[in-house]
Protein backbone atom coordinates (compact mmCIF):
# COMPACT_ATOMS: atom_id res chain seq x y z
CA UNK A 1 0.00 0.00 0.00
CA UNK A 2 1.49 3.64 -0.71
CA UNK A 3 0.24 6.90 -0.06
CA UNK A 4 0.09 9.16 3.00
CA UNK A 5 -0.45 7.89 6.75
CA UNK A 6 -2.20 10.52 8.46
CA UNK A 7 -0.94 8.88 11.95
CA UNK A 8 3.03 10.30 10.83
CA UNK A 9 3.25 14.06 12.00
CA UNK A 10 4.07 16.29 9.23
CA UNK A 11 7.82 17.62 9.00
CA UNK A 12 8.50 20.60 7.01
CA UNK A 13 11.68 21.41 5.40
CA UNK A 14 13.24 24.23 3.90
CA UNK A 15 13.66 24.42 0.04
CA UNK A 16 14.81 26.78 -2.22
CA UNK A 17 13.93 27.97 -5.07
CA UNK A 18 16.15 28.65 -8.46
CA UNK A 19 14.52 29.79 -11.99
CA UNK A 20 17.29 29.61 -14.56
CA UNK A 21 16.91 32.26 -17.30
CA UNK A 22 18.23 34.81 -19.46
CA UNK A 23 14.75 36.82 -19.30
CA UNK A 24 13.09 36.36 -16.34
CA UNK A 25 12.38 38.87 -13.53
CA UNK A 26 10.79 38.33 -10.36
CA UNK A 27 7.64 40.47 -11.85
CA UNK A 28 7.35 37.29 -14.53
CA UNK A 29 8.63 33.98 -12.50
CA UNK A 30 5.54 32.51 -13.67
CA UNK A 31 7.12 29.13 -13.16
CA UNK A 32 9.06 30.30 -9.70
CA UNK A 33 5.51 31.66 -8.32
CA UNK A 34 4.21 28.30 -8.92
CA UNK A 35 6.39 26.42 -7.59
CA UNK A 36 6.65 28.55 -4.28
CA UNK A 37 3.51 28.28 -4.25
CA UNK A 38 2.97 24.76 -4.17
CA UNK A 39 5.97 24.51 -1.46
CA UNK A 40 4.60 26.84 0.76
CA UNK A 41 1.06 24.94 0.44
CA UNK A 42 2.14 21.71 1.47
CA UNK A 43 3.46 23.06 4.12
CA UNK A 44 7.08 23.69 3.53
CA UNK A 45 9.47 26.82 3.89
CA UNK A 46 10.63 28.46 0.83
CA UNK A 47 14.29 29.25 1.92
CA UNK A 48 15.64 31.53 -0.19
CA UNK A 49 14.72 32.46 -3.92
CA UNK A 50 17.26 33.39 -6.87
CA UNK A 51 16.84 33.92 -10.43
CA UNK A 52 19.84 33.23 -12.41
CA UNK A 53 21.36 33.26 -15.92
CA UNK A 54 21.65 30.35 -18.36
CA UNK A 55 25.42 29.72 -17.74
CA UNK A 56 26.95 26.59 -15.99
CA UNK A 57 29.09 28.39 -13.87
CA UNK A 58 26.61 30.93 -12.20
CA UNK A 59 24.33 28.02 -11.71
CA UNK A 60 26.90 25.70 -9.92
CA UNK A 61 27.79 28.45 -7.95
CA UNK A 62 24.12 28.92 -6.35
CA UNK A 63 24.07 25.35 -6.20
CA UNK A 64 27.15 25.35 -4.08
CA UNK A 65 26.04 27.98 -1.97
CA UNK A 66 22.53 26.60 -1.13
CA UNK A 67 24.43 23.16 -0.63
CA UNK A 68 26.96 24.47 1.76
CA UNK A 69 23.98 26.15 3.88
CA UNK A 70 23.27 23.76 5.94
CA UNK A 71 19.24 24.87 6.47
CA UNK A 72 18.28 23.98 2.73
CA UNK A 73 16.86 20.66 2.52
CA UNK A 74 16.37 20.85 -1.08
CA UNK A 75 16.77 22.99 -4.04
CA UNK A 76 14.12 22.95 -6.66
CA UNK A 77 15.10 24.61 -10.21
CA UNK A 78 12.72 25.57 -13.22
CA UNK A 79 14.30 26.19 -16.53
CA UNK A 80 16.72 25.70 -18.67
CA UNK A 81 16.69 22.03 -19.04
CA UNK A 82 15.93 21.40 -22.49
CA UNK A 83 18.15 20.85 -25.60
CA UNK A 84 19.25 24.30 -27.22
CA UNK A 85 22.42 26.05 -26.43
CA UNK A 86 21.88 28.26 -23.58
CA UNK A 87 20.13 25.06 -22.08
CA UNK A 88 22.56 23.86 -19.13
CA UNK A 89 20.67 23.53 -15.85
CA UNK A 90 21.25 19.41 -16.31
CA UNK A 91 24.92 19.98 -16.54
CA UNK A 92 25.24 22.35 -13.80
CA UNK A 93 23.31 19.92 -11.74
CA UNK A 94 25.29 16.90 -12.55
CA UNK A 95 28.84 18.90 -11.83
CA UNK A 96 27.62 19.14 -8.01
CA UNK A 97 26.10 15.44 -7.70
CA UNK A 98 27.49 13.08 -5.52
CA UNK A 99 24.37 10.80 -6.18
CA UNK A 100 22.23 10.96 -9.07
CA UNK A 101 18.15 9.85 -8.51
CA UNK A 102 17.63 8.80 -12.01
CA UNK A 103 14.38 7.53 -11.63
CA UNK A 104 13.27 11.26 -11.24
CA UNK A 105 14.06 12.35 -14.70
CA UNK A 106 12.46 9.05 -16.16
CA UNK A 107 9.18 9.20 -14.04
CA UNK A 108 8.99 13.16 -14.87
CA UNK A 109 9.24 12.01 -18.93
CA UNK A 110 6.49 9.41 -17.91
CA UNK A 111 4.19 11.57 -16.35
CA UNK A 112 4.60 14.60 -18.80
CA UNK A 113 3.74 11.96 -22.23
CA UNK A 114 0.35 11.92 -20.63
CA UNK A 115 -0.22 15.25 -21.20
CA UNK A 116 2.15 16.33 -23.46
CA UNK A 117 3.09 13.08 -25.97
CA UNK A 118 6.41 12.94 -27.27
CA UNK A 119 7.16 16.58 -26.67
CA UNK A 120 8.33 15.23 -23.24
CA UNK A 121 11.70 13.68 -24.69
CA UNK A 122 12.95 17.26 -24.88
CA UNK A 123 12.99 17.61 -21.09
CA UNK A 124 16.27 16.88 -19.15
CA UNK A 125 14.68 17.14 -15.86
CA UNK A 126 17.13 15.57 -13.64
CA UNK A 127 17.31 14.72 -9.79
CA UNK A 128 20.42 13.83 -7.35
CA UNK A 129 21.81 14.68 -3.90
CA UNK A 130 24.79 16.54 -2.93
CA UNK A 131 26.41 17.51 0.54
CA UNK A 132 22.91 16.00 1.99
CA UNK A 133 20.93 18.37 -0.04
CA UNK A 134 18.46 17.11 -2.68
CA UNK A 135 18.65 18.69 -5.90
CA UNK A 136 16.01 18.71 -8.85
CA UNK A 137 16.27 20.45 -12.27
CA UNK A 138 12.57 21.22 -13.80
CA UNK A 139 11.61 22.28 -17.21
CA UNK A 140 10.76 26.16 -17.12
CA UNK A 141 7.01 25.94 -18.15
CA UNK A 142 4.12 26.36 -15.37
CA UNK A 143 2.62 23.08 -16.70
CA UNK A 144 5.81 21.21 -16.19
CA UNK A 145 6.31 22.75 -12.63
CA UNK A 146 3.00 21.37 -11.58
CA UNK A 147 3.06 18.34 -12.94
CA UNK A 148 7.13 17.57 -11.60
CA UNK A 149 5.23 18.74 -7.78
CA UNK A 150 1.65 17.57 -8.02
CA UNK A 151 2.55 14.02 -9.10
CA UNK A 152 6.47 13.42 -7.89
CA UNK A 153 7.60 16.20 -5.29
CA UNK A 154 4.59 16.58 -2.77
CA UNK A 155 4.38 13.14 -1.80
CA UNK A 156 8.27 12.34 -1.76
CA UNK A 157 9.03 15.63 0.15
CA UNK A 158 6.67 14.68 2.47
CA UNK A 159 7.03 12.17 5.77
CA UNK A 160 3.97 10.33 5.85
CA UNK A 161 3.90 9.38 2.23
CA UNK A 162 4.51 5.24 2.35
CA UNK A 163 6.33 3.09 1.58
CA UNK A 164 8.98 5.53 1.39
CA UNK A 165 10.29 8.98 0.56
CA UNK A 166 13.01 11.16 0.87
CA UNK A 167 12.03 13.41 4.01
CA UNK A 168 12.74 10.36 5.86
CA UNK A 169 16.42 9.85 4.14
CA UNK A 170 17.56 13.62 5.04
CA UNK A 171 19.60 12.78 8.58
CA UNK A 172 21.32 9.75 6.44
CA UNK A 173 22.21 11.90 3.60
CA UNK A 174 25.76 12.11 5.05
CA UNK A 175 26.47 8.95 6.92
CA UNK A 176 29.62 8.03 4.13
CA UNK A 177 31.03 11.61 6.12
CA UNK A 178 30.70 9.65 9.36
CA UNK A 179 32.62 6.66 8.60
CA UNK A 180 35.98 9.18 7.53
Not at 120 to 138: C, P
Request: aromatic share 8%.
Amino acid sequence: MFGINEEIPFVAINIAVMTVSDTRTEADDRSGDTLAARITDAGHTVAERAIVKDDQATIVAQLREWIAHPEIDAVISTGGTGVTGRDVTPEAFHAVYEKEVAGFGELFRMLSYQKIGTSTIQSRATAGVAGGTYLFALPGSTGAVKDAWDDILLYQLDIRHKPCNFVELIPRLQEHLAAD
